[in-house]
């Protein structure tokens, strides 16, 4: 794949971090490796945002972000709020698409998820995802609730006749609760796409080498990784 376009079925699932293992993975197997952030909500003009913090983790990404604003809304709140234009479906595919001559692997990050409308017309990261024609990598919570965002997931990425890719779980925890180790089987069923994944909680707050070393090992070979879904316990995976 080219470009991969990253959801989440919300906010903070871990999608940030998902996505800097995604490209710390692809970057240790030799890919040159962009990462666009669509949308950046929540931070000053002089505050690190998303991209900044994938390429903290990850290493040498060369970073994009197309609109920043200062609430931490969903974009087209936050840009009308802010009196801002806000940015639109096509100038997240053209901005990817223009990366892609350049770079192996084009990372799109969104803002929460997959519906979360930037601008007024209703756009959303979707409308991005059906443009670029490109496989879109759901993360999701481990425990309780994760099955109904995850199946509500994809299924609209079905109805628009996009690619799941599959589905990375963004935070495992230290110790996984009875919801959490059955949803190990039960995510790869309701998405309909296998688990190429899991990322430990706290993965974010480790050192960057650490990280970097560490990242190929939650992911799995579709990711660039060696993440192995059978010995973490998945039975089952489309």
Do not use: Y
Not at 153 to 162: G, K, Q, V, Y
């Amino acid at each position: 794949m080219t470009v991969l376009v990253i959801t989440g079925t919300g906010t903070e699932v871990g999608k940030t971090v998902t996505t800097a293992a995604v490209a710390a993975a692809a970057l240790a197997a030799g890919r040159t490796v962009a990462v666009l952030k669509a949308a950046q909500t929540g931070v000053r003009p002089d505050e690190p945002g998303d991209a900044d913090e994938v390429a903290r983790l990850a290493g040498a990404v060369t970073k994009a972000e197309l609109a920043r604003f200062p609430e931490p809304l969903a974009p087209a709140t936050a840009a009308r709020r802010a009196a801002l234009r806000p940015v639109r479906p096509r100038e997240v595919a053209e901005a990817a698409a223009k990366l892609t001559v350049e770079h192996d692997l084009v990372l799109v990050e969104g803002a929460g998820g997959l519906l979360v409308r930037f601008d007024d017309e209703g756009g959303t990261l979707a409308d991005a995802a059906e443009l670029l024609r490109a496989p879109v990598l759901v993360v999701a919570s481990a425990g309780l609730g994760t099955l109904n965002t995850t199946e509500l997931t994809a299924r609209e990425l079905r109805r628009r006749e996009l690619d799941l890719a599959g589905v990375v779980i963004g935070s495992w925890p230290d110790s996984p609760d009875l919801a959490s180790r059955c949803n190990l089987a039960d995510l790869p069923d309701v998405s309909g796409a296998p688990l190429l994944g899991a990322l430990p909680a706290g993965a974010g707050r480790l050192e960057p080498a650490d990280f970097r070393a560490a990242a190929p090992g939650w992911l799995a070979p579709r990711l660039d990784g060696t993440w192995d879904a059978e010995v973490f316990g998945v039975r089952e995976a489309p």
